[in-house]
């Protein structure tokens, strides 16, 4: 008897993951730094998807939800990134929403100094 693994096989080889996405074209990839590291050279060519960094992170303990951002819009544009997407995520505590209010206008001015689209 062998048991399912938890994890999501696409997974494994996210490259192989995403050279298999980019045969239906895809306007654009949501990446993370690390996978972004790998697969660079996948985005060498004239009409490559655009390059979205997913820019948060949360570590959910068993009461809280911690919101922190990975990177700077700097990070951002230095990776060749194409824009940047973080979450507001509103169903918290007020006082973890407001953390994350004051996270996203941060990264705002960040963004706007660097001429970086910004998803929120």
Same mark, same amino acid.
């Given at each position: 008897?062998? &048991?399912?693994? +938890?994890?999501?096989?696409?997974?494994?080889? +996210? /490259?192989?993951? #995403?050279?298999?996405?980019?045969? *239906?074209?895809?306007?654009?990839?949501?990446?993370?730094?690390? /996978?972004?590291?790998?697969?660079?050279?996948?985005? $060498?060519? @004239?009409?490559?998807?655009?390059?979205? /960094?997913? &820019?948060?992170?949360?570590?959910? !303990?068993?009461?809280?939800? +911690?919101?922190?951002?990975?990177?700077?819009?700097? !990070?951002?544009?230095? !990776?060749? $990134? !194409?824009?940047?997407?973080? #979450? #507001?995520?509103?169903?918290? =505590? +007020?006082?973890?929403? &407001?953390? =994350?209010?004051?996270?996203?206008?941060?990264? *705002? @001015?960040?963004?706007?100094?660097?001429? &970086?689209? /910004?998803?929120?």
């Amino acid at each position: 008897m062998t &048991m399912e693994s +938890p994890h999501i096989k696409e997974l494994h080889d +996210p /490259l192989q993951t #995403l050279t298999q996405l980019f045969t *239906v074209k895809p306007d654009a990839v949501l990446l993370n730094p690390g /996978l972004n590291r790998i697969s660079g050279d996948l985005f $060498f060519w @004239r009409c490559a998807p655009a390059r979205i /960094l997913n &820019m948060n992170t949360f570590v959910t !303990d068993s009461i809280l939800l +911690p919101h922190e951002l990975i990177q700077r819009c700097e !990070d951002a544009v230095r !990776d060749g $990134f !194409d824009a940047i997407k973080v #979450l #507001l995520p509103w169903d918290t =505590s +007020p006082a973890e929403r &407001m953390h =994350s209010i004051q996270l996203a206008a941060q990264l *705002v @001015r960040e963004c706007e100094n660097w001429e &970086m689209p /910004l998803i929120i």
